[in-house]
């Protein structure tokens, strides 16, 4: 299989550094329901030097798609490639792997360990490593105590013997993302990395998710409900819906003028406060072990209820005929049979 | 801290014993004082149906009964902690395979087995320590399954497992820490359970009669009838120092319980 | 005269370390058929103040000042009329519906129980009204039947809303009644608390930290921080023209897409919301106010009027003229 390219049309073509290739991971569904399919056919590309932001309500599966990216989670079929290659699920090239990709998740009280102290909590990652991980760094103190400035958190050693119970909700996200940083990865899958903070909190550590990505050569994948981080931070977007990516592009394009129905309503209930008349979608998105036939959003669609798709005589394709797999790549793309794919 | 010190005092006492305890005061043969003295001033805790004095036999009798105690809690333990945390980390059929056999464990009877290995080993004090240990252990184990399930939902192992640790690592440094306080308040109370169980099986003839322990000291004190003769003195001391040892555990088990708890220390 | 009025309320928690004011000294009125929002983040006293409205503070709290109700001192009321007065006359809808309802009791058993507890009806009577009720917040009344671990989150939040209608109160609190939601459903919560409010002429007092959500749902808005009120105003004007910085940057927090100056450009406070044992001196917010004065360390500043039915608790309030309209 050939390595797959992004095409991103009058700029130089460059290679992602992360992809999902016709992923679908699949999970045992209650009793009596039959498989979840959690992500259900997706094609992604990250480039370097990116932030893309991965949107979608609850169970649309963008959750299971950033550990099946990071190797948490092994897919039912399909590809991870990273850097150009597939990834393989054997123990040693999985442990280099982490290396490169790291992980910030959202509740920092949950995700720091209450015995260990900030610098045991950041150095964990060296010492699992060894002293590959140790990098330009003579010693594995230097190299915790760059990381912690560089997550904003100075001066370090003024944190090492701090445990995460004396230090704030925004000082805790800094840890966990100065424990991601020490292994000096290229790229951080952060899971709603803000949601657990205080409002005022929030743009403090967006900035330094920007300025890492800045000063650093990083590229995220941020995985968030809140389309108003995506406009704050993201240079793309992608939306989910039931395990399908159902718009993806540019964030100035997708957010200011929406295609897919979904979108739109998405966009349309975040604008109210501007005196916009919201789309208020009803009930709640199905179970994933009970996808809809035809298009997997057409029993809550707006455009189908209004009669939008009637009129554009598309009526019957959307209750039927499921729409194909998004290609990857960095164009604006949807997936709605009110905007056929030309070839 | 009541417990505590009491415990402290009955370690020193049981292991200071033979310094002024000789073989001499032990012997049913070269006993010091005349069989079934009421407590007087020479022998203040009565003397028993050899003419021992009550003393020295309950004092030496904690040597015995605490060794087999501590040795059995240590065995079951070790075996419940090992078989809880690998129950808990590993799930699927290791999990599955391990939680049946700690079942099939749990139901054994400690007296029923004790009898049988009894007869099928020597009776002694190593056969009273196994009988317990093997069947103390599956109650550790199911609770340190459950804790080790709790600790392992956490999001910071899944933080482990990203920057990417192995099993071993996340056992070492991040399950066994968290699951430690429940480990070693069960301890305490399972020092207290095994105590008791030796003075059971000894009592009950399973352990080895020519041995000073409480369990042995009662069963002579029935043996001979101390209940209806109206021989109080025969009795007491070795029950009293059962109930007081086991009650010392309890309460150093609680007060460790709330130390690594902080929220039960507080209160409701 | 207003259905409620709070006057100088101040709430102290006992702690290890001395007292601890989580409120100090508000003043909040609200008429009948108003809808209030209260902005503010975690430690500002919100949640604190919406207890102490139904007395449910945990023991050991001290309470003083005065919360009238319809004329009558809740702090003051007997037990017998506090009790009549808890859900009959104002309810609340707690945060975090998914551990507020009992996981072993039927969702129209808990939704009947308000009903059985202030009506003396038998049992069975309740169970037409809970079909009304479980209809009205758009459920089907099959769903009395079901277990809370049986619904999703914005099904049981909509149960929690039908329990506090359930008495036909005049006042309802609602605390981050969204918070863990998601936003289409949270679009769909707001939305039937308003037509539900707005439909019986029912007061809201609506807390949130979201200065968006709040904007859209309510009349009123006041910003809370530290234990007290620094700002308070018509709801669009505090969120399109804040007066008090701290309001700012609450409303800066969740930028507007479109606007092109939020892009790449996130907005927020350097520090953290104060601990409320440990508070700054003079000015709370002065430690992390981008417009602080020298004067901001040594006074702490009152609510001073800044235009028809606002106010501000900040210097640069005070400075400019008083009385003067704001847009």
Not at chain 3, 211 to 231: F, H, K, N, P, Q
Not at chain 3, 265 to 283: M, R
Request: proline share 7%; net charge neutral; with cysteine.
């Amino acid at each position: 299989m050939t390595t797959p390219e992004g095409d991103i049309g009058g700029q130089p073509a460059q290679s992602p550094i992360l992809s999902a290739r016709d992923l679908r991971v699949q999970f045992a569904g209650g009793p009596g329901a039959g498989r979840a399919r959690a992500v259900d056919g997706v094609n992604l590309d990250l480039y370097p030097r990116e932030i893309l932001a991965l949107v979608g309500e609850s169970g649309c599966g963008k959750t299971t798609l950033a550990r099946t990216l990071l190797g948490l989670v092994r897919p039912w079929s399909g590809e991870v490639w990273f850097a150009g290659k597939v990834l393989s699920y054997a123990a040693p090239s999985l442990k280099t792997y982490r290396r490169q990709v790291q992980l910030v998740l959202q509740d920092p009280t949950g995700s720091l360990n209450p015995r260990h102290t900030v610098y045991e909590a950041v150095a964990e990652g060296l010492r699992i490593h060894g002293a590959r991980a140790l990098g330009s760094f003579t010693d594995e103190a230097a190299k915790v105590a760059d990381a912690l400035s560089r997550a904003g958190l100075r001066p370090p050693e003024r944190f090492f013997l701090r445990y995460p119970h004396e230090l704030s909700g925004g000082q805790r996200q800094r840890v966990v993302i100065a424990g991601a940083l020490v292994l000096d990865p290229q790229v951080i899958v952060a899971d709603e990395p803000v949601a657990s903070l205080d409002a005022s909190v929030r743009g403090e550590v967006l900035k330094l998710v920007l300025a890492l990505r800045d000063d650093s050569e990083l590229s995220a994948l941020v995985v968030t409900h809140d389309l108003a981080l995506a406009w704050n931070i993201a240079d793309r977007v992608a939306v989910m819906y039931l395990g399908r990516i159902v718009e993806t592009g540019p964030v100035e394009k997708i957010l200011r003028s929406p295609e897919h129905p979904y979108t739109c309503a998405l966009v349309s209930v975040i604008s109210e406060a501007r005196g916009k008349e919201p789309v208020i979608l009803s009930g709640e998105p199905p179970d994933p072990a009970r996808i809809p036939k035809g298009c997997r959003f057409h029993p809550r669609c707006p455009a189908l209820a209004s009669g939008a798709a009637v009129a554009a005589g598309v009526e019957a394709s959307c209750r039927g005929i499921d729409l194909p797999i998004l290609p990857g790549g960095s164009d604006a793309r949807v997936a709605c049979h009110l905007y056929p794919i030309s070839s | 801290m009541w417990g505590l010190a009491v415990l402290l005092v009955s370690i020193a006492l049981a292991l200071a014993a033979p310094l002024f305890i000789s073989a001499r005061d032990l012997s049913a043969v070269t006993a010091p004082g005349s069989p079934r003295q009421a407590p007087s001033l020479h022998f203040p805790l009565g003397t028993d149906a050899y003419g021992r004095s009550m003393v020295a036999v309950t004092i030496w009798g904690a040597r015995i009964s605490l060794l087999v105690g501590l040795a059995a809690t240590v065995m079951s333990m070790v075996i419940g902690s090992l078989v809880g945390l690998l129950a808990g980390h590993f799930r699927a059929w290791v999990a599955t395979v391990l939680m049946r056999v700690t079942d099939w464990f749990l139901v054994l009877p400690t007296l029923v087995l004790a009898a049988a290995l009894a007869s099928v080993l020597h009776r002694g004090v190593g056969t009273v320590i196994i009988a317990i240990g093997v069947t103390a252990w599956p109650g550790t184990a199911r609770l340190v399954r459950a804790q080790t399930l709790t600790v392992e939902a956490r999001p910071y192992i899944e933080r482990a497992r990203a920057l990417g640790a192995g099993d071993w690592h996340i056992i070492r440094r991040h399950v066994l820490p968290n699951v430690m306080p429940v480990i070693l308040a069960q301890t305490t109370l399972t020092v207290s359970a095994a105590v008791l169980a030796e003075a059971t099986l000894a009592f009950l003839g399973l352990s080895d009669p020519t041995r000073v322990s409480w369990g042995t000291t009662l069963q002579l004190a029935q043996q001979v009838g101390a209940v209806s003769a109206g021989d109080w003195w025969i009795l007491l001391p070795p029950g009293l120092a059962i109930v007081l040892i086991a009650l010392a555990f309890t309460l150093c088990g609680r007060s460790l319980e709330a130390i690594f708890n902080p929220r039960l220390a507080a209160g409701p | 005269m207003s259905l409620l009025e709070i006057t100088d309320l101040t709430v102290t928690y006992p702690s290890a370390s001395g007292p601890v004011l989580a409120v100090r000294g508000v003043d909040l009125a609200m008429d009948e058929g108003e809808k209030l929002g209260l902005a503010g983040e975690s430690g500002c006293g919100k949640s604190t103040l919406a207890l102490s409205l139904l007395r449910l503070l945990p023991r050991g709290a001290r309470v003083a000042g005065t919360i009238r109700f319809d004329g009558e001192d809740i702090l003051t009321m007997g037990w017998g009329r506090l009790r009549a007065v808890r859900w009959a006359a104002a309810s609340i809808v707690f945060q975090g519906a998914m551990h507020a309802l009992n996981p072993v009791r039927s969702v129209g058993d808990q939704v009947a129980e308000p009903i059985l507890v202030h009506e003396k009806v038998p049992k069975a009577a309740p169970r037409r009204k809970v079909a009304e009720l479980l209809e009205q917040v758009g459920l089907a009344p099959s769903t009395a039947r079901a277990y809370p671990h049986q619904l999703s989150g914005g099904q049981r939040q909509r149960v929690m809303i039908a329990m506090a209608l359930a008495c036909s109160p005049r006042l309802i609190v609602a605390d981050e009644p969204t918070s863990a939601l998601d936003v289409m459903i949270q679009a769909q919560i707001l939305r039937l608390v308003d037509r539900l409010v707005t439909d019986r002429g029912i007061s809201l007092l609506l807390i949130s930290h979201d200065l968006s959500v709040l904007t859209s749902a309510c009349d009123r808005l006041a910003v809370m921080y530290a234990g007290r009120i620094v700002e308070e105003g018509p709801a669009g004007q505090v969120f399109s023209d804040p007066l008090h910085p701290y309001s700012s940057a609450l409303a800066a927090a969740y930028p507007r897409i479109g606007d092109a100056t939020a892009r790449r450009n996130p907005q927020g406070l350097p520090g953290d919301p104060p601990d409320p044992s440990h508070l700054p001196e003079g000015c709370s917010f002065q430690p992390r106010c981008p417009v602080a004065l020298g004067e901001c360390v040594r006074t702490d500043p009152p609510l001073w009027p800044a235009g028809p039915a606002r106010r501000a608790a900040c210097v640069h309030v005070r400075d400019s003229c008083p009385g003067a309209a704001h847009g």
